[in-house]
């Protein structure tokens, strides 16, 4: 009897240490949503990084009057750059934004250069990269400040004339090293060496059509500064959301380990009652067992 009680006891103990276990391991490893202790901590879980790597580089001209001293004469410089305005808001009326966005473009004769939409209802994102003419930059970002609820805002300018001189001094280079090459093919030579020469002449022309490429993001023509948005739609109510399931779920589980808990105190609390039950009452058998035994033994040594 003893040796089953205990046993019993063993495996609810077991059981408990197994649940409580298993209890810790979920509170360590299930994924849980950020928590919302304020605005800055919502609008990370539901915005992303605009523009992307498929996004156009801009470059804009600047003229710059330099003035080295007095008694000399200024002179100008042709100074290459490139803005980026990086806007992140974020909006609960996702197609009225979007639409105001599209009709500033239009308003500023930009040009939508990249654009990536996902996400379903309640939970959809857009980002776009829009091209603007340098003059109409600051005017339009004012503007795109207001669609939405705006969470942060960075404008970056970076020289670029440096690059645009290396550009330019490297075809120039290439340029004359392909002169060289065809005015060779006027002199004597074998098949192969005049294949050999075609080929790197071929070469040399694609590398200067590429250079020429490059170099004609700087005209004037192709002149922009760049502005990446992205604004995401339904993002408050879905992060609450993923708080709230996560905390019911939460709360439902510790629920039952307390329940779980109480009942194994309430049947341990029975086995020991039981067993002090099972242990007097064996005492007591014990005890008139004795008491029978010692009357019987009077009995029979009484003399006749």
């Known amino acids: 009897m003893k040796q089953r009680i205990k046993k019993g006891m063993f495996c609810l103990a077991a059981g408990f240490v197994v649940l409580f276990a298993g209890r810790l391991a979920y509170g360590y490893l299930a994924p849980s949503a950020p928590p919302l202790n304020s605005a800055n901590a919502l609008s990370a879980a539901i915005l992303t990084t605009v523009g992307g790597r498929d996004s156009k580089e801009n470059y804009a001209s600047e003229k710059l009057k330099v003035q080295k001293g ?105 340029e004359k090293t392909r002169d060289a090459l065809i005015a060779l093919k006027s002199k004597s030579g074998n098949i192969e060496e005049f294949t050999n020469l075609e080929n790197r002449i071929l070469e040399i022309e694609r590398e200067i059509q590429s250079g020429g490429v490059k170099l004609g993001d700087y005209d004037e023509e192709n002149a922009f500064c760049t502005v990446k948005l992205g604004p995401g739609g339904g993002g408050r109510s879905k992060a609450r959301h993923l708080v709230q399931s996560s905390s019911n779920r939460s709360a439902r589980l510790d629920d039952r380990v307390v329940r779980f808990a109480a009942d194994l105190i309430v049947r341990r609390g029975a086995l020991d009652a039981a067993h002090s039950r099972v242990a007097t009452e064996a005492q007591r058998d014990t005890a008139a067992c004795a008491s029978r035994s010692r009357g019987r033994l009077r009995v029979d040594g009484a003399p006749d």
Request: avoid cysteine; aromatic fraction near 6%.
């Open 70 to 174: 007095d008694g000399v004469e200024s002179h100008s410089i042709d100074q290459k750059y490139e803005k980026v305005a990086s806007v992140h808001s974020k909006t609960g009326a996702f197609e009225d934004d979007e639409k105001k966005v599209r009709e500033l473009t239009s308003k500023y004769n930009a040009l939508i250069q990249f654009e990536q939409a996902s996400g379903l209802a309640g939970s959809r994102r857009v980002q776009v990269s829009i091209g603007v003419p340098p003059d109409r930059f600051d005017p339009m970002v004012s503007e795109l400040k207001t669609v939405g609820e705006l969470s942060s805002i960075r404008i970056d300018k970076t020289d670029k004339t440096n690059e645009y001189k290396e550009l330019k001094a490297n075809r120039a280079s290439m």
